[in-house]
């Protein structure tokens, strides 16, 4: 916890007192929460504040686990503003989902009761229906937190995870893929289960769309080197790849057979990876210190050819 990243800590803790505060004041979960479009107790901020909301413990658990996990490294990636703004935008994109897909099942409901209904009607129906439609209400930051689930997912697809209750580690891309097909069976199968699948696809979507914009502009670009250094303090990656050269260059001068010459560019090549190293690490701790848009336009430069040649 100590090392968690300040936005993740802060949102971790935001979440957990609201959820302490919906205990002693049940009220706020109707306040807060995000109510159907057409209800009466619909509000805008809905869309913000229901993300900070909790239905009970094992929800906030989970929730906060995976924000915890997976929120801490895709920071680090991006530095605390980007992933604030990807965080809540996200969340929003999720409700606005999940607005549509209650909207689309009130049709159907209405389609059931009135066949000869149209589009046009539901607005009518929905009025004299609004408190009845206060029920529907969405919380939770499982939106948003799906949507970090994937960011992890592109950013580092090949690292390996583990899941309960698999042996084996799997790779990120193919969980993420997993549980994406998942939410997907369950939004069309699993209706009335009381789990809002299509926020947690909504989040997914408006996430996917988010970094493929950003893969796409070079002034908002950010690479897997970026996020290295998050790895390199639980597996020392770097480390072992320095290693492995230092071994390989020593081994080419021990036996009688290395000569000068090839002692020589082992020296230039190691001294020239080093150096490259050294300042892969200076700018991946200025991320860490300022952020992804403290970079000039060199240094971001630098990233983009280092994460292209690994």
Known sequence: MFN????????????????????????????GGLHFFLASDFHVYQLL???FL???FTHILFNMFALWMFGRVMESV???????????????????????????????IMKGEFPMGSIADIFEIGKYNAMYLNAWTTVGASGAIYAILLAFGMTFPNERIFIFPLPLPIKAKWFVIFYAAIELLSAVTASGDGVAHMAHLGGMLFG???????????????SRSNGAQFFESLK???????????????????????????HETDWEYNAKKKANQDEIDRILDKIRKSGYDSLTKEEKQKLFDSSNND
């Open 4 to 31: 968690t990243p300040t936005i993740t800590k802060n949102l971790l803790i935001i979440n957990v007192l609201a959820f302490v505060a919906t205990l002693v004041f049940p009220s706020l979960g109707d306040l």
């Open 49 to 51: 504040t229901y993300m």
């Open 54 to 56: 909790h239905a009970n």
């Open 78 to 108: 991006w530095g605390p503003k980007k992933f604030l703004f990807y965080y809540i935008s996200c969340g929003i994109g999720a409700g606005l989902m999940q607005e549509i897909a209650q909207f689309v099942q009130f049709y159907l």
């Open 208 to 222: 996917f769309l988010m970094i493929r914009y950003w893969q796409r502009h070079p002034g908002a670009y950010y």
């Open 236 to 262: 020392n990656k770097f480390d072992q790849y320095r290693e492995k050269y230092d071994r390989g260059g020593q081994g080419s001068h021990g036996g009688p057979q290395g000569g000068a010459t090839r």
